[in-house]
């Protein structure tokens, strides 16, 4: 072999091995992608559920400025 296929053979295999290691990274971050888009949905679920309740307590209307706290139970004096 020349010393041109002999630099040759080297720059291919680097690139192989930068290649392997870029492969590798990229399924990395892919892991990570679908981890993220698992936590976010179910952030959304949680988001929505918190979303209903506000709702349905704005539909109940204004608490009394002079009401007990919903867990002060006035039977028990």
Do not use: C, W
Not at 4 to 25: A, C, P, S, Y
């Amino acid at each position: 072999m020349s010393t041109n296929d002999q630099d040759l053979q080297k720059r291919i295999g680097t690139m192989e091995e930068q290649l392997v290691h870029l492969e590798r990274f990229v399924e990395q971050l892919n892991m990570v992608v679908i981890e993220q888009s698992r936590q976010i949905q179910k952030m959304e679920k949680k988001m929505e559920l918190i979303s209903d309740k506000l709702e349905e307590r704005k539909e109940a209307g204004p608490i009394p400025h002079n009401a007990p706290p919903p867990h002060y139970d006035v039977r028990r004096s």
